[in-house]
């Protein structure tokens, strides 16, 4: 078996840079090159200034960085020095063509591969780390064996990876598993060994599991396509909780005890974003279509169709409870990122609740500790959310201060669960809003007792909190014995 002595990762983005920095930190007798097209990421990688905000990173990087992890442009030089490549470019949806809104666009993982049998002058293991769907190897493999000079060979592997955003260097330090698949071929096995050997100088054989080149592809759809479930899965339940006075919190409780179940991912919310659960379970339904597996499709897609009507649910939640019009009113937003400890925006909740809002003529407020206002304005005005520039640069502002975010506002809105929305003074927001003001949890992170008590109406995901008496809220629906529930029909 080939010693790796140097790897390349093609891609420096939120599995790229992570990984490898990890991967150097572990393995100091490596040297590890990451580079991008984009000599912006690049830059931002060699500064103080790293391009994303993970939890532990920057000392990784500072720890390893000009020792054997180096950043850059040059990727034909990067390419040929390394003895194993990983492939972590991104692989969106595609919006437009054949597939449009299913299929993952491959073009960057194209173009990678033609990149890498242009230039490569001897073997390499070539690694796919960016989700694809099943038998991507093989497409990658034709690329490259179409296109070799004459002599050179390439084993591709199917390595993905099961980071999750916000918590990406304790994931890397101490995975669940690493999956790594390749053909049943002597020389296969051998790069799936040589491969193993780089993990296994942090982490216990027993997780280092190896499987079939296919398999493994599948695995990491269906393991997103699972989590996605639970999660629409339960924010489906948090409906019927807040038609039916029962608390989804309890019920997440009662039914993660159960240890088939398990405690974890049932937490109920505004819906899930980032940049790979949806487009993940779209790839795994358009394999399923392609493959005439149209009712295992159906099923996978409803996990989406359930996201979708959460978030919407929410924003007319805002919309009926301001005696059903938003229309020049302020409602502040707090939290824009996807989820905590993270700046990525991708598929954030945040955006469509905003988009909603500003569609019933609201005037939006946002805050986030960590996505920049420049982002927050790009994620708004992308053609593809078909809202109108000049109507987002007039009705939404940017705050740097929660306080300053909800100062004379109708409502604020919990967005993402960044642990400080929970040592707020709201209080002092409480005094500075309109009223009546509104509380509305997405995140179910808030004290609602003490929002009550302070004066707020509160609104939470799953629940039926107490508020004011005069609560437009309070329907009075009867239940099928004809007596009044307590609980609010808000659908
Ligand atoms: P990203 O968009 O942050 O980074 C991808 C980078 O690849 C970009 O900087 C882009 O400029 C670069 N790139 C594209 N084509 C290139 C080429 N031909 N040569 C050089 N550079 C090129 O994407 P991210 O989030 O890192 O995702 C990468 C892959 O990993 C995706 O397939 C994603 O589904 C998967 N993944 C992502 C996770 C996440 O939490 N973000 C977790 C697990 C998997």
């Given at each position: 078996m080939k010693e790796i002595k140097t790897i390349t990762c093609i891609g420096a983005g939120y599995v790229g840079g992570p990984t490898c920095s990890v991967i150097a930190q572990k393995c100091p007798g490596v040297n590890v090159h990451v580079v991008d097209l984009s000599q912006e990421r690049i830059d931002a990688w060699n500064s103080?200034?790293?391009?994303i905000y993970e939890p532990g990173l920057k000392e990784v990087v500072e720890e390893t960085r000009g020792k054997n992890l180096f950043f850059s442009t040059k990727i034909d030089e990067a390419i040929n020095e390394a003895d194993l490549i990983f492939i972590s470019v991104n692989t969106p949806t595609?919006?437009?063509?054949?597939?449009?809104?299913?299929?993952?666009?491959l073009k960057y993982i194209e173009s990678a591969a033609r990149n890498i049998a242009n230039v490569a002058r001897e073997n390499k293991i070539v690694v796919e780390k960016s989700t694809v769907p099943v038998k991507a190897a093989e497409s990658i493999s034709r690329i490259l064996k179409c296109n070799r000079k004459a002599g050179i060979r390439y084993q591709v592997l199917s390595n993905p990876e099961f980071l999750a955003e916000g918590t990406a260097i304790k994931d890397l330090l101490n995975p669940d598993r690493i999956l790594i698949g390749g053909e049943q071929t002597p020389e296969g096995k051998e790069a799936v060994d040589a491969l193993a050997s780089i993990y296994a100088q942090w982490i216990d054989d027993e997780r280092i599991i190896k499987t079939n080149t296919w398999s493994s592809e599948l695995s990491k759809l269906a393991a997103n396509a699972f989590l996605a479930q639970r999660v629409s899965s339960i924010n489906s339940i948090s409906a019927v909780c807040e038609a039916t006075g029962a608390d989804v919190d309890e019920v997440a409780k009662a039914i993660g005890l159960d240890n088939r179940i398990g405690k974890k991912f049932l937490k109920a919310g505004v819906g899930f974003g980032g940049s790979c659960f949806q487009k993940d379970v779209l790839n795994l339904v358009y394999l399923c279509e392609a493959l005439n597996l149209s009712e295992v499709g159906a099923y996978w897609h409803q996990v989406i169709s359930m996201n979708e009507y959460q978030k919407k649910r929410f924003a007319s939640l805002i919309v009926k409870c301001l005696f059903n019009t938003v229309t020049g009113k302020k409602i502040s937003i707090l939290?824009?990122?996807?989820?905590?400890?993270?700046g990525d925006t991708r598929e954030s909740p945040a955006i469509y609740v905003t988009k909603y809002l500003l569609e019933e003529g609201a005037k939006i407020s946002i805050y986030d500790p960590k996505v920049k206002a420049k982002q927050i304005m790009m994620d708004l005005t992308d053609p593809q959310l078909g809202l109108d520039p000049e109507k987002v640069h007039k009705l939404v502002t940017i705050e740097k201060d929660p306080y300053e975010c909800c100062q004379k506002s109708h409502a604020f809105a919990v967005c993402t669960e960044w642990n400080e929305f929970q040592e707020l003074d709201y209080a002092r927001i409480y005094q500075s809003m309109l009223k009546p003001a509104f509380a509305f949890d997405g995140r179910l992170i808030l004290d609602h007792d003490k929002l009550v008590r302070i004066g707020f109406q509160v609104e939470a995901i799953g629940k039926c909190v107490h508020s004011?008496?005069?609560?437009?809220?309070?329907?009075g629906i009867n239940d099928i014995f004809g007596k009044q529930l307590l609980a609010r029909n808000r659908s």
């Open positions: 103080d200034s790293l391009p595609k919006n437009f063509g054949l597939g449009k809104g299913r299929a993952p666009d939290g824009f990122a996807f989820k905590k400890d993270t004011l008496p005069d609560s437009p809220m309070e329907s």
